[in-house]
Nanobody, 127 residues
Framework: QVQLQESGPGLVKPSQTLSLTCTVS??????????WSWIRQPPGGGLEWIGY???????YVSPSLNSRTSISRDMSRNQFTLQLSSVTPEDTAVYYC???????????????????WGKGTLVTVSS
């Protein structure tokens, strides 16, 4: 059974960099079945997609966060990471890692939503 587990500090000070790691088990992040995503949910708010890294290492980040966000991977550890710089209290949220499922159907790649999720980790930005 595929599992995703977020890890990282639960408290970050304003202006510092938030760093989270997602460890994936029972499947390789180099398989073409998924793009590996970061999503967050602020207190009382909705889900916000942050970005993803593909199985070949290309990254795509939300335009609203692009200037502050870096997503990378460590293939030897089957992990991918999120770094969000210059954080403010507005970055306080539960951060999730997730897998966006893709499948080759009818001659094209189709995307079927996030079918793999970590449990989420609360990151609070406060001095």
């Amino acid at each position: 059974q595929v599992q995703l587990q977020e890890s990282g500090p639960g408290l970050v000070k304003p202006s510092q960099t938030l760093s989270l790691t997602c460890t994936v088990s029972a499947t390789s992040i180099t398989n073409d079945t998924h793009f590996w995503s970061w999503i967050r949910q602020p207190p009382g708010g909705g889900l916000e997609w942050i970005g993803y890294i593909t199985f070949v290492g290309n990254t795509y980040v939300s335009p609203s966060l692009n200037s502050r966000t870096s997503i990378s991977r460590d293939m030897s550890r089957n992990q991918f990471t999120l770094q969000l710089s210059s954080v403010t209290p507005e970055d306080t949220a539960v951060y999730y890692c997730a897998g966006l499922r893709r499948a080759h159907e009818d001659g094209a790649w189709r995307y079927h939503g996030m079918d793999l999720w970590g449990k989420g980790t609360l990151v609070t930005v406060s001095s």
